[in-house]
């Protein structure tokens, strides 16, 4: 098998990156540290490439067709350690950590767990920083600021950890084969870990319907009267929408209402 005879394969979400710009403009926004480099997915290994110019790579591919490629492609740089490639599903292969060192998650994600992926990088403790691919309306979630529509819990919990924005945005011609959406690479700069599941419980009621009050969503898990004291001693209106609060006003909220 070589790279041309590849047949992309939609189970596994292959839209392999071609536009070599974007690929340079990933390796340019890529944090100047001394973390190793994880990358998920590196199908035909374009992205791999300029990778291991500049670091070590720890990769995880689940296609065991294209791990062969990898394997054949990169003899030299897996002999000298500069390429591990992990065989399978990297979510089966996380567990609380997915490399026992400090690391920076640099990929172009399968989109179909896309979130997840990026969501389990926010919790591990030995992820730093987040420069991925992803379907361009997922990359605003996570960028968004308060006050944006799409404003919600991917926001909320990117800000609670550091800071985000997008670097490009991807058009569908830059990949072979085409997806069908626009695409972006965003970056996650982080301070602090992805923890506390309560909050983010409280998050998902805040938000379980966006365009109802924050003060209907919460009524259905927490006291009236609470919420009433709550929000005249953080000076929210009973009209405020989800989407209108601030990350630390929603700290606050949890803390008074927890
Ligand atoms: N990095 C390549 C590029 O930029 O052209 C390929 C990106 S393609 C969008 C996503 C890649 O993720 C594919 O190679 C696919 O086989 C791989 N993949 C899909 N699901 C996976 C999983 N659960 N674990 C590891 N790799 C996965």
């Known amino acids: 098998m070589n790279k041309e005879s590849v047949v992309a394969k939609k189970k596994f979400g292959q839209n392999f990156l071609k536009d070599q710009s974007i690929l340079v403009k990933i390796v ?120 944006q529509k799409v404003f919600g819990s991917l926001g909320i919990i990117t800000q609670s950890v550091g800071t985000a924005k997008i670097i490009v945005k991807v058009p569908p011609t830059a990949f072979d084969p085409q997806p069908k959406i626009d695409s972006a690479v965003f970056l996650i700069q982080k301070e602090t870990d992805r923890s506390d599941k309560d909050f983010e419980d409280m998050l998902r009621v805040a938000f379980s319907q966006p365009r109802k009050t924050l003060m209907k969503n919460l009524s259905a898990k927490y006291e009236k009267s609470l919420l009433q004291e709550v929000f005249e001693k953080l000076k929210l209106i009973q009209t405020t929408r989800p989407h209108q609060v601030s990350t630390k006003d929603y700290h606050q909220l949890y803390t008074l209402i927890k």
């Open 28 to 147: 340019e926004a890529m944090p100047k540290n001394e973390n190793r480099l994880v990358e998920i997915g590196p199908g035909l290994g374009d992205l791999t490439k300029f990778l291991v110019d500049v670091k070590s790579v720890e990769a995880f591919e689940v296609d065991t067709d294209l791990c062969k490629l990898l394997q054949s492609t990169f003899k030299e740089e897996i002999a000298t350690k500069r390429l591990h490639i992990n065989c399978g599903d990297v979510l089966q292969a996380w567990k609380s950590s997915l490399v026992d060192e400090p690391y920076d998650l640099v990929a172009n994600l399968p989109y179909y767990i896309a979130t997840n992926i990026i969501l389990k990088a926010l919790a591990d403790p030995m992820c730093k920083n987040i420069l991925v691919m992803v379907q361009l309306e997922v990359a605003e979630k996570f960028c968004a600021i308060e006050g």
